[in-house]
């Protein structure tokens, strides 16, 4: 992206398997750091347009991201679900999270 070559292969994806495809890659990954990796797919999730490598990658962030920051023993939930006339996937997590900052006072 950064050399100005970012090539978009869009294609239609089942949701379901798009998820299921990330966390299969990742489960080894959390199995060795004892985690519970698990999928919450809505049936009547549509498919979607998409680039599914692009895709994969981004979850791969944010599943990777989830196994670091959470503590042996807990869990981690890949899911999706139907809105409107979106799909909507979320990656939850047993971690402590973002700790809330204050914001800065005005001078």
Known sequence: MEAGQLTIERSRLSASWLIVEAVDMQ??????????LRV??????????????????????????AIKFTKAG????????????????WVADTGDGIAVREPAPCL
């Open 74 to 89: 807990g869990r981690i939930t890949v899911g999706a679900t139907s809105r409107d006339d979106e799909v909507v996937f």
């Open 27 to 36: 489960r080894p990954l959390a199995s060795s750091s004892s985690l519970e």
């Open 40 to 65: 919450e797919v809505d049936p009547d999730v549509p498919e979607v347009w998409g680039d599914r490598d692009r895709l994969l990658q981004v979850f791969e962030n944010l599943i990777g991201n």
